[in-house]
């Protein structure tokens, strides 16, 4: 089983976009912000992130279902550009601190009991979530079969 380690996470610039609908429209969601990048020249210089602002999984899975769940993709970049042009993508600070780190190494679609260990480990130290947690997409799911797919799941906690 994965291990839960506690990190500190820097500050970082990011160009992401933020908006309500179901979990399946994330990688359309990084798609597009890839593409503005590229289209910009902005410098990507990290793996994709994605935000869940739900504070519960029960949440998560109820605004799923109604098709309004609060989703924030982004992707690092290597400096602040002034505007985007564009009402749905923007650069802004992604915020760092303390966080607890599991990985889940596996298809997106499983990734439940890596959450339910991380939750647990977070209650069982006497911590709480202070935030959205994220997950990071360590390789592209198109270049590697589904079981070797790794995904770093941070929690920011007090």
Not at 57 to 64: F, L, M, P, R, Y
Request: hydrophobic share 35%.
């Amino acid at each position: 089983m994965p291990e839960v380690t506690i990190v500190e996470l820097s500050p970082q610039p990011v160009l992401g976009m933020r908006k309500k609908g179901a979990y399946r429209e994330i990688p359309v969601m990084l798609h597009r912000v890839c593409e503005f990048a590229f289209s910009k020249n902005i410098q990507i210089t990290g793996y994709p992130v994605f935000l869940c602002h739900e504070t519960t999984a029960e949440e998560a899975q109820k605004a799923d279902i109604e098709v309004n769940a609060d989703m924030e993709v982004a992707f690092p970049i290597s400096e602040f550009v002034e505007s985007t042009g564009d009402e749905e993508i923007r650069v802004y600070e992604l915020s760092g601190g303390k966080m607890a780190k599991i990985v889940h190494k596996g298809p997106y679609e499983e990734c439940t009991l890596t959450y339910e260990k991380l939750f647990s480990w977070i209650t069982e130290n006497g911590k709480r979530i202070a935030g959205p947690v994220r997950e990071v997409y360590m390789n592209d799911p198109r270049e590697i079969q589904p079981e070797e797919i790794l995904t770093e799941i941070y929690a920011p906690i007090e």
